[in-house]
Nanobody, 120 residues
Framework: VQLQASGGGLVRARGSLRLSCAAS????????TAWFRQAPGKEREFVAA????????DYADSVKGRFTISRDNAKNTMYLQMNSLKSEDTAVYYC??????????????WGQGTQVTVSS
């Protein structure tokens, strides 16, 4: 599975962005998928995950109630709707596919990352 993240950009605090992660290959629907992010000088951290069917989701406490993860298996695409953005959400966002978990090590496939910058 090859993953391509897009949709990042510069947005003001309290604004919104929608990230997309397009996957190649018909096996996309076999995998759970997730978003991670890495801010400058910090380690990459879990943001949100969704099961292969879309029936189960999980979020980091820092984004609960503001971010929504979803997927469309017919389009081989996963999304992250980000609302009420804060300056601390500034990071490179990565999409990943693998086994449902909050841990990076369970994800076998990674996208290249898309930059999200939130100005205060």
């Amino acid at each position: 599975v090859q993953l391509q993240a897009s949709g990042g950009g510069l947005v003001r605090a309290r604004g919104s962005l929608r990230l997309s992660c397009a996957a190649s290959g018909r096996t996309f629907r076999r995998y759970s998928t997730a978003w991670f992010r890495q801010a400058p000088g910090k380690e990459r951290e879990f943001v949100a995950a969704i099961s292969w069917s879309g029936g189960s989701t999980d979020y980091a406490d820092s984004v609960k109630g503001r971010f929504t993860i979803s997927r469309d298996n017919a389009k081989n695409t996963m999304y992250l709707q980000m609302n009420s953005l804060k300056s601390e959400d500034t990071a490179v966002y990565y999409c990943a596919a693998g086994a449902l978990s909050v841990y990076q090590g369970t994800y076998d496939y990674w996208g290249q990352g898309t930059q999200v910058t939130v100005s205060s």
